[in-house]
């Protein structure tokens, strides 16, 4: 189990089975369309197939902030973590707890000698663009899609 602690008593660690009907109440902040079953659903798919891992970070007892990711090979990037997921709650905002959620993917990265990490959001997304610029991110590429 990969637990890191930060210096102002945040825990980050994987989301138990038992933790995942809380973990769903703060997802729903960043995929507000998603039911329980479907998220459920997607989670032990994507866990299973993919390896997804869903982590928390808890202020005390409280969970603040989700991430899940995966680690991806490709021609491109090599091996990296992938963040699929990243959500503060709405009253923790602008406290430094999604700075911390890319602290401990770039951390957990280099732990598993990836390349890099990245991300995708979406092009209406300001508030989080913004925020990934301001931790220095930058855009390299962008993403397309084509429904069926």
């Given amino acids: 189990m990969n637990t890191l602690a930060t210096s102002v008593n945040i825990l980050f660690k994987p989301i138990t089975e038992e933790e995942l009907l809380q973990a769903f109440v703060?997802?729903?902040?960043?995929?507000?369309?998603?039911?329980?079953?479907?998220?459920?659903?997607?989670?032990s798919k994507a866990k299973q197939c993919n390896q997804y891992t869903l982590i928390g970070a808890y202020d005390e007892e409280e969970l603040v902030a989700l991430m899940g990711y995966r680690?991806?090979?490709?021609?491109?990037?090599?091996?990296?973590?992938?963040i699929d997921d990243l959500v503060v709650s709405y009253k923790h905002r602008g406290q430094g707890f999604g700075a911390q959620m890319l602290t401990y993917a770039e951390a957990n990265a280099a732990k598993l000698l990836c390349?890099?990490?990245?991300?995708?959001?979406?092009?209406?997304?300001?508030?989080?663009?913004?925020?990934?610029?301001?931790?220095?991110?930058?855009?390299?590429?962008?993403?397309?899609?084509?429904?069926?």
Avoid: C, P
């Fill in 71 to 82: 680690i991806l090979y490709d021609y491109v990037h090599g091996k990296h973590l992938y």
């Fill in 115 to 148: 390349n890099g990490v990245r991300l995708s959001t979406g092009v209406s997304n300001t508030e989080g663009i913004r925020f990934y610029e301001r931790e220095g991110w930058q855009l390299k590429a962008y993403t397309y899609k084509k429904g069926f």
């Fill in 26 to 43: 703060l997802m729903q902040q960043l995929r507000e369309d998603i039911t329980l079953e479907d998220f459920l659903f997607v989670h």
